[in-house]
């Protein structure tokens, strides 16, 4: 387990960047298998104390 504490400002960030990408995974057609792939990566640095947030695709699958 990985428990994390961040200040209220830096909560706020973190809340708007993840919301920013689901909205823009949202616009992806998820009928499609490259829209059913995408993701949201929450990238953890532990050596430089910082999180992030980026868009990722899944691995192709045989069954999606």
Do not use: D
């Amino acid at each position: 387990m990985l428990n994390i504490e961040i200040n209220f400002e830096e909560a706020l960030k973190l809340h708007l960047a993840i919301g920013e990408c689901i909205r823009k995974l949202n616009s992806y057609n998820r009928s499609t298998r490259a829209g059913k792939r995408t993701a949201l990566n929450l990238a953890i640095h532990l050596s430089k104390g910082r999180v992030t947030i980026n868009e990722a695709r899944l691995p192709s699958s045989p069954h999606i």
